[in-house]
């Protein structure tokens, strides 16, 4: 069977029986037609037809089920944000032209661009966005409100949007998910109500008047007190996340009476919306997927019959906040951020991070966790995933305004730099100077000025590396006494590690100091925090980071006799096979949040800073050499790279913005080519530069290579 698809000048033919859907054909249409005629996205009608075919079929496979909803939902909302951002070409007075440009930012220029017509003039640009409009908020009306959810974080971006039909339709979204989920919903509404944007400011207070007034009218009298009351909690904590301390503890005290059982607990569990069993099942996720009751009975025909059990898309609901401790223990860090800790109805008592973050931005941090759950969902449809239990651990992260958040605590995890000093010290304990001890940074510093590669990671070995004696099984040891559980610990540390390497080089994390990756001392698993450095970031810094993921002797020590030959490899192996047969829904997810507008690119970030005692605190040192805007485009065709099986990493992106004859060279023995590996060539090209003394000698000092 094939699918066809006649425009006025073109005929197309794609077979259905390759497993196309018609969401995907006319997608794929659409960006061929869209590459292969640049810049003329307003006057194709071509591309205009294609685009509504593409939405209309995207919402319409939401209307029927849920199975596709990661890869759906975050382009259907894509394709709409872009098509409503397309400035109209249309010829137009030149007076009025040049005064509308005329001392006005780029966001204003292309504001005055698509409404320099008059409502009147109906261009084919302009019934376009106008038909797009009108199907997106049909869908809402049609698709569930949980659904949406899933996509709010990309929503709430929006509500900035100069095109005001489009804002009006992202505003009634956003009211339309908070009326039909509020407990969960408000925390993300947050950072609209108390952010530092006065368009954002009136847009969430737009929200949450519609919000109480629509919850009032139900009859929903405590919900919609407590979504009203949102603002004195949020404004509370915000001020206590700015708060500056030199006391090891402080209090924390609610300004106004707020009834805080009204309140969800904000964690990963209680803020995921769980999908349909039957849809969950499809995926491999067991008993994740929500409610026990099925989605309808099967008529005598074999069909579905449309009367579907109701469903709790958020069965954790019923866990709320019983009270807030007053006190809070102000951590060691520059920033101060506190330790906060609540109780819940459920007699639990939980931890956050109550944190401002002036340099980086907590919305990367958020919107990678939300990466990292589909990720997850991916992992656990695979069958080999799902028999190794390949997973990456996630934590909840509440934006409160751009700069102040709330972030879920791991419990009983310890950084590797800890642990690293806890395996020398086990008995017989093992000498071994301070990381920040002149013999070492003065030792590193002076190899690195070596002209020669070679001669560099020579000296790394002899004077840097030879001080260190590699010992991580140690721990295991000291930590797991039975034997079974010290064997399921290290499997769990192997397996995270392997996971977390495989994501982290294709979404470009860098900054992966000793600090910034933790082990979960109850179970072994590797869990990795601050996100910031992102999409090759780590590349612009003034010490640049030439490694893919970080993968060090001590590291691979702790594996057993065996390294990352074995678990490590085949993990690392089944992870990016799965990330490969998944691509499509996994540039689904990163392309808006690279498209997002209110998230901090060109911020300089937290990587690679000095502490306020001189030392290397958290592998930070000199500021960042860039802070321009990132390419969405080019950033796309670098992740979609790495999907494919291609080394990019010193062809990357990023390196734009140094001359390229700064960019180091291969490790000697080593080649770099546009060449496309298999999965089992990929890893081992992944292993050999992660692991290859040339690489790690380059690295900066806070960084530890030699750890």
């Known amino acids: 069977m094939s699918y066809f698809y006649r425009s006025s000048s073109n005929f197309f033919c794609l077979p259905l029986s390759l497993g196309v859907l018609p969401y995907r054909y006319y997608d794929l249409l659409l960006s061929r037609r869209r590459e292969a005629h640049r810049d003329k996205d307003a006057t194709d009608s071509t591309v205009h037809e294609l685009a509504k075919h593409a939405v209309e079929h995207y919402c319409e496979s939401l209307r029927v089920d849920s199975k596709y909803l990661f890869q759906a939902m975050p382009r259907l909302l894509t394709l709409w944000f872009d098509f409503s951002l397309v400035p109209d070409v249309s010829p137009v007075d ?17 504001a005055a661009r698509a409404n320099i017509h008059s409502s009147s003039e109906r261009t084919p ?77 009136k847009a969430g207070s737009t929200i949450l008047s519609q919000t109480t007034q629509q919850l009032s009218a139900m009859g929903k009298e405590q919900e919609s007190k407590a979504f009203g009351n949102a603002r004195h909690l949020f404004a509370d904590l915000i001020k206590h996340a700015q708060f500056q301390t030199n006391e090891k503890k402080c209090v924390f005290k609610l300004t106004r009476s707020v009834k805080m059982t009204d309140y969800v607990v904000p964690n990963q569990h209680t803020l995921t919306v769980a999908l349909r069993p039957r849809d969950a099942l499809a995926r491999g996720e067991g008993a994740e997927g929500g409610s026990s009751s099925t989605s309808g009975t099967l008529g005598s025909r074999g069909v579905i019959d449309k009367q579907p059990a109701r469903h709790d898309p958020f069965p954790r609901g019923n866990i709320r906040i019983s009270k807030f401790h007053e006190q809070a223990v102000v951590m060691s860090s520059k920033a101060r951020p506190k330790k906060m800790t609540l109780d819940t109805t459920q007699g639990e008592t939980v931890n956050y991070l109550c944190k401002q973050e002036k340099n980086g931005d907590l919305r990367k941090d958020a919107r990678l966790m939300e990466f990292n759950a589909v990720v997850n969902r991916v992992l656990a449809r695979d069958v080999a995933g799902r028999h190794r239990r390949l997973r990456l651990r996630t934590y909840a992260v509440v934006c409160l305004n751009e700069e102040c958040g709330l972030l879920e605590w791991v419990p009983q995890t310890a950084p590797f730099r800890t642990l690293f000093a806890e395996a020398y010290a086990c008995h017989p304990p093992i000498e071994n100077p301070r990381f920040s001890s002149p013999a070492v940074r003065d030792a590193l510093t002076s190899l690195q000025s070596e002209s020669r590669a070679s001669e560099m990671a020579t000296r790394f070995r002899q004077e840097v590396f030879g001080q260190f004696t590699p010992c991580f099984h140690r721990w295991f040891l000291q930590r797991f006494l039975e034997p079974t559980a010290w064997f399921e610990a290290r499997t769990a540390y192997t397996r995270s590690v392997a996971v977390w390497s495989a994501v982290g080089h294709v979404v470009g994390l860098g900054d992966r100091h000793c600090e910034n990756i933790l082990i979960d001392m109850a179970c072994g698993e590797a869990v990795h925090v601050d996100f910031d450095c992102l999409f090759d970031k780590g590349v612009t810094l003034n010490r640049p980071e030439v490694v893919p993921f970080r993968l060090t002797s001590h590291m691979v020590e702790g594996m057993g006799p065996a390294g990352y030959e074995g678990l490590f490899r085949g993990c690392m192996e089944v992870t990016l096979s799965v990330l490969r047969e998944h691509q499509e829904t996994l540039v689904s997810v990163l392309e808006p949040f690279l498209h997002d507008p209110t998230v901090g690119w060109d911020r300089q970030g937290r990587a690679q800073r000095p502490d306020e005692d001189g030392r290397a605190a958290a592998g ?44 180091p060279k291969p490790p000697t023995g080593i080649s770099d080519s546009a060449l496309e590996f298999s999965v089992q060539g990929q890893v081992q090209r992944l292993i050999l530069e992660a692991t290859h003394d040339e690489n790690l000698a380059q690295m900066y000092v806070g960084w530890m290579p030699w750890y």
Not at 622 to 627: F, Q, V
């Open 620 to 663: 930070r040192g000199a500021a960042s050499s860039s802070g321009g805007e990132m390419d969405p485009k080019r950033v796309l065709n670098t992740v979609k790279g790495r999907l494919k099986g291609v080394y990019n990493l010193r062809d990357s992106h990023a390196w734009d913005t140094r001359q390229r004859s700064s960019r």
């Open 125 to 201: 640009l302009r019934l376009l966005q106008g038909e797009l409009n009108k199907i997106v908020r049909k869908a809402l009306a049609t698709i569930p409100p949980h659904l949406w959810y899933s996509s709010l974080q990309q929503l709430i971006s929006r509500v900035g949007h100069f095109d005001s039909n489009v804002v009006d339709i992202v505003v009634d979204a956003l009211v339309r998910i908070a009326v039909a989920h509020s407990r969960e919903t408000v925390w993300s509404v947050a950072q609209l109500l108390l952010s530092n944007n006065e368009a954002r400011r």
């Open 94 to 110: 030149k007076s009025s032209r040049s005064s509308s440009s005329s001392g006005r930012s780029s966001n204003a220029k292309a």
